[in-house]
């Protein structure tokens, strides 16, 4: 099979030890591509570092709504310069978390705003996040809509009429290792057979999320265990695993606008 992880953070400083290994079973997991997420100025630097020194993987640089209270008119500058690099075919992680309040809403809500206009300006897809936010980051993609804009919604844990929303809206859903964690996942795999295949991508949120089984055991989460997602995603659909596998192969490409079919060493992007 071939399996993108569309979404982890090995910049982390959990990796740094054994970061090799991590490739290589990534790599005897089937996972043969993954998209390393900025999160602010720093991260974002190490994402497109790590990307251009490893075959099959990109990377996206933003402003996560954690870290809004530090954003600046000059963090976004580098970031845009940032990405200008081939191997940068997305931006974010941005959008709004109500939960834990590291950055206040309004300074969440402001940036959010700009990162929308950079990305635009800049044909970049988006990757959101949203976390209680009851419905105001849909307001503010709403608001600002615009037909340029692709995106998909990170670690999708809304309620069914927010994902039909985000689907009216032509957006992708990420979904995690949530998925295979018995209570917490229900709501998520009674959502799942009412995606469109078209639009599933599979992620793992490394170093966070762990999947079960591996949650068991491990308190890390890594690249590989991504397919336990795709494997409990088959399950819950009733479809063969190595064909979804393609299906959302095919899907994480053409939201990032990497050809399919291109070797991995290559860091061409396409639009």
Known sequence: MNIFDSHCHLDDQSFETDFQDVLHRAAAADVRRMLVVGIDKRTSKRAVMLANRHPGMFASVGIHPHDAQSCTEETLTHLTALASDPKVVAWGETGLDFNRMHSPRKDQERWLIRQLEIAETLDLPLIFHERDSQGRLLEILEATASTRRSAVVHCFSGTEAELDRYLEMGFYIGITGIVTVSKRGKPLRQMI????????????????????????????????????????????????????????????????????SVDAFSVQRFS
């Open 193 to 260: 057979p009412s995606i469109p295949a078209n639009r599933l991508l599979i992620e793992t949120d490394a170093p966070y999320l762990t999947p079960t089984p591996q949650r068991n055991k491990f308190r890390r989460n890594e690249p590989a265990f991504v397919r336990e997602v795709l494997l409990k995603v088959a399950e819950v659909r009733g479809e063969n695993p190595k064909s979804l596998a393609e299906r959302i192969w095919t899907n994480t490409c053409r939201l990032f606008r990497i050809d399919p």
